[in-house]
T-cell receptor, first 112, second 115 residues
């Protein structure tokens, strides 16, 4: 079945450092891909999405490019802030479009 | 403002009791979902519903039940048959139109503790 694999955390960075969180997927066909963010004690919020190969999703300084050849959707940000500390989830929409499959999540901690 | 409301935020129950978690949305979304979140395991799908009066089992439906009598509401019952009910439960919804590309909107979750 469809699956998503994320790099294990926690990832600990200093403020203004460059961020990469790796995400690879296994799916039949061409899924839509999403990154969600979860702040402590809250639900998930959509961060960005890409619906076809080579699309780049971007929001709040975060970017991710849909790479079909490597089945990847890595999340990047050029300069992280303390307020970016959260859990980040990569997800794909299955072929039938009925549900989203999530990765295990990656904890990001940013130190001032 | 439109959104998804889950209540209560924290819920405590004794082992052997059934408990129902509330989820209401005013986004006019057709599809609704229940996920369970455990540390280090990401989100696992319990049940989902694409339309009123219809729902499907997700990956971990055993010990849970749902109903979808109204478009706005999708309550989840955690029964005494669920072996490890303590978890963070998240409700979500999305429009069915173009569902392949549409993102999920999440509530703020209910943390259930069973002792």
């Amino acid at each position: 079945g469809d699956s998503v694999t994320q790099m294990e955390g926690p990832v600990t960075l200093s403020e203004e450092a460059f961020l990469t969180i790796n995400c690879t997927y296994t799916a039949t066909g061409y899924p839509s891909l999403f990154w969600y963010v979860q702040y402590p004690g809250e639900g998930l919020q959509l961060l960005l999405k890409a619906t076809k190969a080579d699309d780049k999703g971007s929001n709040k300084g975060f970017e991710a490019t849909y790479r079909k050849e490597t089945t990847s959707f890595h999340l990047e940000k050029g300069s992280v802030q303390v307020s970016d500390s959260a859990v980040y989830f990569c997800a794909l929409s299955d072929q039938g479009g009925n549900k989203l499959v999530f990765g295990a999540g990656t904890i990001l901690r940013v130190k001032s | 403002d439109g959104g998804i409301t889950q209540s209560p935020k924290y819920l405590f129950r004794k082992e052997g009791q059934n408990v129902t978690l509330s989820c209401e949305q005013n986004l006019n979304h057709d599809a609704m979902y229940w996920y369970r979140q455990d540390p280090g395991q990401g989100l696992r799908l319990i049940y989902y519903s694409q339309i009123v009066n219809d729902f499907q089992k997700g990956d971990i439906a055993e010990g849970y039940s749902v109903s979808r009598e109204k478009k706005e509401s999708f309550p989840l019952t955690v029964t005494s048959a669920q072996k490890n009910p303590t978890a963070f439960y998240l409700c979500a919804s999305r429009t069915a139109a173009d569902s392949y590309n549409s993102p999920l909107h999440f509530g703020n979750g209910t943390r259930l503790t069973v002792t």
